[in-house]
């Protein structure tokens, strides 16, 4: 069974840090590609981040460009995300997604995510 | 970048009763080299993450119900519950990945009439 559990979150000062974690089991992790895509409470989807599977290939959206970092270490079946000078409006439940196996830039599975609140 | 939109912001559906979701991308998402829409749908229950429902506009991922369809071509799509059941009460959304930055749409959400 594919599980992604995400860790991590919590409450950050704005211009603060934080980095997220997804620990991946059930599936050969270094196979895939992987995602973060980030809620904020009562809102849309929001894609942040994708890493392909040898970290390759790596994108960001725009909004995080420049202050979060996206890594994956193949070994401990595990995706990171370095989220830094964070802001009010990175505020959100981010998602640990897996880039599907039909298409890489689909999100077949999910985490349950991890709650960042950016405030002071 | 490719944009997204949605039609209906939300919709209420009797039970048994077909419910009708647009998708509109603000350019193709057709990829002529493979004929493929790169358009994906997405169901979430509240409190719940994501799931994939179909990809490539019309094919339905594993153990998805056949009640739910997808179609279109180019920059229309529609997601269609043939027979609308209680759990299927969520919001919908669509997605593009024929370019990064990927993107969503801002969420259909059905409700019971």
């Known amino acids: 069974e594919v599980q992604l559990v995400e860790s991590g979150g919590g409450l950050v000062k704005p211009g603060g840090s934080l980095r997220l974690s997804c620990a991946a089991s059930?599936?050969?992790?270094?196979?895939?590609?992987m995602n973060w895509v980030r809620q904020a409470p009562g809102k849309g989807l929001e894609w942040v981040s994708s890493i392909s599977s040898s970290s390759s290939y790596i994108y960001y959206a725009d909004s995080v460009k420049g202050r979060f970092t996206i890594s994956r270490d193949n070994a401990k079946n595990s995706l990171y995300l370095q989220m830094n000078s964070l802001r009010a409006e990175d505020t959100a439940v981010y998602y640990c997604a897996r880039g599907g196996a039909a298409a890489a830039t689909i999100f077949d599975y999910w985490g349950q995510g991890t709650l960042v609140t950016v405030s002071s | 970048d490719i944009v997204m939109t949605q039609s209906p912001d939300s919709l209420a559906v009797s039970l048994g009763e077909r419910a009708t979701i647009n998708c509109k991308s603000s350019?193709?998402?057709?990829?002529?080299?493979?004929?493929?829409?790169?358009l994906a749908w997405y169901q979430q229950k509240p409190g719940q993450p994501p799931k994939l429902l179909i990809y490539?506009?019309?094919t339905r991922e594993s153990g998805v119900p056949d009640r739910f369809s997808g179609s279109g071509s180019g920059t229309d799509f529609t997601l269609t519950i043939s027979s609308l059941q209680a759990e299927d009460v969520a919001v919908y959304y669509c997605q593009q990945y024929y370019s990064t930055p990927l993107a969503f749409g801002p969420g259909t959400k059905v409700d019971i009439k």
């Open positions: 350019q193709s998402v057709l990829y002529s080299s493979n004929n493929k829409n790169y």
């Open positions: 490539w506009a019309s």
């Open positions: 059930g599936f050969t992790f270094s196979s895939y590609s």
